[in-house]
């Protein structure tokens, strides 16, 4: 077996969500989701199947965005992982609604940072073993950047 790290491509004002789910279904469940929790974006999903035809699946409204999700995919070249790109949205707005997908099983990573995605390459096909999301930290807040924080939300309106 050997360990490899893959970058994934996220298009520029994008998000990602990269997870794990176990049946073709999933591709249909996660478009239901995103349309009817945020129809105004922009979004791939794109789907390896694991088993019987073995295809890369896929929904969305932005080909850019399908393109890309797919060389993402084939990449990562593990089964059964989805990767969700989003334009025009975030994903704290969906990302409940995915977990709670009879399909998911995990969510490596909701991100608009570059993500590395640490895969072990087996005689089977590859596995992802864990994400490397951003960069590592450089301090510690102080008093100053805790309220930029919470301004930021507030400007954001996350927080009242």
């Known amino acids: 077996m050997n360990i490899d790290e893959i970058d994934i491509e996220i298009p520029e004002n994008c998000n990602a969500i990269l997870g794990y789910s176990h049946f073709i279904k999933t591709v ?4 239901e989701i995103i349309k009817t929790t945020i129809p105004q974006c922009n979004y791939s999903i794109v789907f390896s199947e694991a088993s019987g035809e073995r295809l890369i ?3 969305g409204n932005d080909s850019a965005l399908i393109a890309s999700g797919i060389k993402s995919i084939k990449k990562l070249s593990a089964g059964h992982t989805f990767i969700i790109l989003l334009k025009d ?3 704290i707005n969906i990302l409940n609604g995915i977990k709670m ?3 998911v099983g995990n969510i490596f990573a909701a991100t608009a940072n570059p993500l590395k995605v640490i895969v072990a390459k087996t005689k089977n096909g590859n596995a992802i073993l864990g994400v490397s ?3 590592s930290p450089l301090g510690i807040e102080n008093e100053e950047d805790k309220e930029r924080r919470r301004k930021l939300l507030r400007d954001i309106g996350y927080k009242s």
């Open 28 to 31: 249909e469940d996660l478009n």
């Open 57 to 59: 699946r896929f929904e």
């Open 89 to 91: 949205a975030y994903p």
């Open 101 to 103: 997908c009879q399909e």
């Open 133 to 135: 999301d951003g960069f």
